[in-house]
């Protein structure tokens, strides 16, 4: 099943959140599946239509303040009507005293409720990047990422066609090394991802003849990232004479990953080419895209654009003839 465990957003952010389980110690195990948090306040008033239990549910001074001026018969119908839609759990803010009826319902029904010592809206900002990053889509790509000129550049291809030489000859040059081998790729939303090393092969390469290397003890921590979203994809592949590659830049290939497309170059590979260069000159040409300038573009232009003139002089000249 998707999400996260009651039981586990407890113990992630129990300090940070100043959490305190208060009942339903039995629904500890249920499972929250949606980033957004949601406040209590049209509930209490009867209308839970739209409450989803698989969200957190947040009660503060505003929700509280007017659930103390309903009369006591349709508070513990409120609360009765709450507690049958099964919630992963509610969180009420600032410390506030909770009602012996909620905590009494709750505990019938194993609906976890904690109490935290913040603010709703600090609540709600805390709460909210932290189930955004534990609830992202992820996956996992055999390759290498660079951070190149602010560029997050993936770098894909077969196996022993040279990426991590590639990568390494680019750390020399400056540029930071994010993940070798294999890149942990995360989905925020809207449509960013973001990239990162595997704990256990964090700031290592390997380099085939030489062996396993540590670039941050290497070349420090400035040659180093520990995460950076991917912007650009390059794929290195073997050079086949028999293959058109793309010389003008006009074909834009994309490269999918959780559903989101990035920029992709197929760049060929021949001894003697200097791949180095030519990625930071793809990363330099993608900071040009990104103001508003395409290369390929501006030269399609120019071309067409002295066909035209050359097209009207040959006309006028065609017309004095004549």
């Known amino acids: 099943m998707s999400g996260i ?29 949606e980033s957004q948090v949601q406040k209590m306040g049209l509930a209490l008033t009867g209308f839970t239509r739209y409450t989803n239990p698989n969200r957190i549910q947040i009660i503060g001074n505003t929700e509280l303040a007017y659930y103390n001026t309903l009369d006591s018969h349709y508070k513990e119908e409120v609360i009765d009507k709450i507690c049958s839609l099964n919630l992963s759990c509610v969180v009420v803010t600032r410390n506030l005293q909770i009602p012996e009826i909620l905590l009494k319902k709750a505990d019938e029904k194993g609906i976890p409720i904690f109490r935290s010592s913040l603010r709703s809206f600090q ?10 990053e534990k609830l992202a889509l992820t996956t996992s790509i055999h390759g290498v990422l660079m951070d190149i000129f602010g560029v997050g550049v993936l770098i894909v291809g077969k196996s022993g066609i040279g990426k991590s030489e590639c990568a390494l000859d680019l750390i020399i040059k400056g ?9 942990h790729i995360r989905k925020r939303p809207p449509n960013s991802l973001i990239g990162s090393g595997f704990d256990v092969i964090q700031h290592h390469m390997e ?26 994809v390059v794929e290195l592949v073997d050079w086949n004479a028999n293959q058109e590659y793309d010389r003008l830049g006009f074909e834009e290939e994309k490269y999918s990953i959780l559903g989101v497309e990035l920029p992709m170059l197929r760049i060929p590979v021949t001894p003697g ?17 990104i103001m508003g300038y395409d290369s390929a573009l501006e030269f399609e232009k120019r071309l ?19």
């Not at 609540?123 to 955004?132: A, D, G």
């Not at 066909?307 to 017309?319: A, D, S």
């Open 5 to 33: 465990s009651v039981k586990e957003f407890e113990q992630d952010c129990r300090n940070e959140l100043d959490l305190i389980l208060m009942a339903g110690h039995e629904g500890i195990g249920k499972r929250i599946t």
């Open 123 to 132: 609540f709600i900002e805390k709460v909210t990047k932290y189930l955004e």
């Open 175 to 183: 540029h930071r090394l994010v993940a070798d081998d294999m890149v």
């Open 207 to 232: 380099i085939r003849g030489l062996g396993i290397i540590n670039i941050r003890n290497l070349f420090g921590v400035e040659a180093i990232r520990e995460r950076k979203k991917i912007e650009l």
């Open 273 to 289: 080419r200097n791949l180095t260069t030519i990625i930071e000159v793809a990363a330099r040409n993608h900071l040009l895209k």
């Open 304 to 322: 067409l654009h002295r066909i035209e003139e050359k097209g009207r002089e040959k006309f006028e000249t065609e017309g004095e003839i004549e």
